[in-house]
């Protein structure tokens, strides 16, 4: 009788599927108007004498998927390189609110918080506009935030540009942001995702003086 081997085999894992929600980033990518666009040329290229490319980028921090630091709502806020990394991983929720209107209303969500996880990300376009800026986004109300708070949610996202309307003056939502230090991403592109829970992997650059930072937002399979 052959010996049995030990330890015994490991059963392979199955990879687990994974959803990018991060917009493509590039010259012409929408910015909010006034904002810094993003732009690059090349410090270095290949050729005789120079064996790499080397790019040179100029950008707002809030191309493209993003996280808003406290500083840019608040002057005694903390930057996106000192913020703590843990709302950006971990259990999320992506809850749909699709052609709402132009802000999304706790009535909005009520279907989807039972057992609520501390990250919730709102899809509210059906075809999220990748190459234009919408002067029409959706966003969230400010007392939506704060139900969402109530009930222990430390990160909010959002697949417009920002939780504001764009023609606030006041940004009552990021001013929620700051009172119940919730932190937040901006710009997803949840088109392809399903409502229900994922892990999210979103994590800030350390740029210790920027008001905020590009994010990689990646949702995976639980």
């Known amino acids: 009788m052959p010996e049995a ?9 199955r990879e687990r599927r994974l959803w990018d929600i991060s917009p493509p980033v590039h010259t012409g ?25 080397v790019a040179t980028l100029t950008l707002s921090p809030h191309v493209g998927a993003h996280a808003d630091a406290p500083l840019h709502y608040s002057p005694e806020g903390a930057t996106a390189g000192l913020v703590d990394l843990a709302p950006y991983l971990g259990p999320c929720r992506v809850i749909h609110a699709i052609g709402v209107g132009p802000l999304v209303r706790i009535e909005h ?17 059906q075809r999220m506009p990748q190459d234009r800026f919408d ?3 959706p966003a969230f109300a400010p007392e939506t935030l704060s139900w969402l708070a109530d009930l222990g949610v430390r990160l909010v996202g959002i697949d417009s540009a920002s939780v ?21 991403l ?3 592109v949840l088109d392809e995702v399903a409502e229900g829970d994922y892990e999210l ?14 994010v990689r937002a990646v949702l995976r399979e639980l």
Do not use: M
């Not at 081997?5 to 894992?13: I, K, N, Q, T, V």
């Not at 969500?109 to 376009?125: E, K, M, N, Q």
């Not at 309307?165 to 006041?170: E, F, G, N, V």
């Open 5 to 13: 081997s030990y330890p015994p085999p490991r059963p392979a894992l």
């Open 201 to 214: 992997i979103a994590l800030p650059l350390k740029l210790i003086q920027a008001d905020a930072s590009p």
């Open 186 to 188: 901006e710009n997803l």
């Open 109 to 125: 969500l009520r279907h989807a918080v039972a057992g609520l996880p501390p990250r919730v990300l709102v899809r509210t376009y």
């Open 29 to 53: 990518a929408p910015v909010f108007p006034g904002d810094t666009p993003y732009q690059q040329q090349w410090a270095a290229t290949l050729g005789p004498g120079c064996p790499v490319n």
């Open 135 to 137: 002067t029409a986004l």
């Open 164 to 184: 504001d309307p764009a023609d606030s003056k006041t940004l009552d939502s990021h001013q929620v942001l700051r009172q119940r230090d919730l932190r937040v």
